[in-house]
Nanobody, 121 residues
Framework: QVQLVESGGGSVQAGDSLRLSCAAS????????LGWFRQAPGQEREFVAT????????YYAEFVKGRFTIYRDNAKNTVYLQMNGLKPEDTAVYSC??????????????WGQGTQVTVSS
């Protein structure tokens, strides 16, 4: 059974940093691209970042470029999202997913439950 478990969310002030982690099990981790998506209340889920199977390529949504960094440790079956310079509009549930290195959620096969990030001004 494939499981993706996110952690690291929380409530912070604008300008603070958080590092999200997503630990995977039940799959050959290095065979998959890993992505982060987020969903704010009343809004559609949106792409944040993705990383290819070996970490060689990363892609970001425009609104997080220069602030967020995605990276992975295949030895630990874990993908991370380092978030710096957080803004109130970054408030959302952040979920990781395993699949293809795409900007659309339809390219991902497995999903975690998500972790809440709340940024106050």
């Amino acid at each position: 059974q494939v499981q993706l478990v996110e952690s690291g969310g929380g409530s912070v002030q604008a300008g603070d940093s958080l590092r999200l982690s997503c630990a995977a099990s039940g799959l050959v981790f290095s065979n998959y691209a890993l992505g982060w998506f987020r969903q704010a209340p009343g809004q559609e889920r949106e792409f944040v970042a993705t990383i290819t199977w070996n970490g060689g390529n990363t892609y970001y949504a425009e609104f997080v470029k220069g602030r967020f960094t995605i990276y992975r440790d295949n030895a630990k079956n874990t993908v991370y999202l380092q978030m710096n310079g957080l803004k109130p509009e970054d408030t959302a549930v952040y979920s990781c997913a395993a699949g293809l290195p795409l900007r659309t959620d339809t390219g991902y096969y497995y999903w975690g439950q998500g972790t809440q990030v709340t940024v106050s001004s």
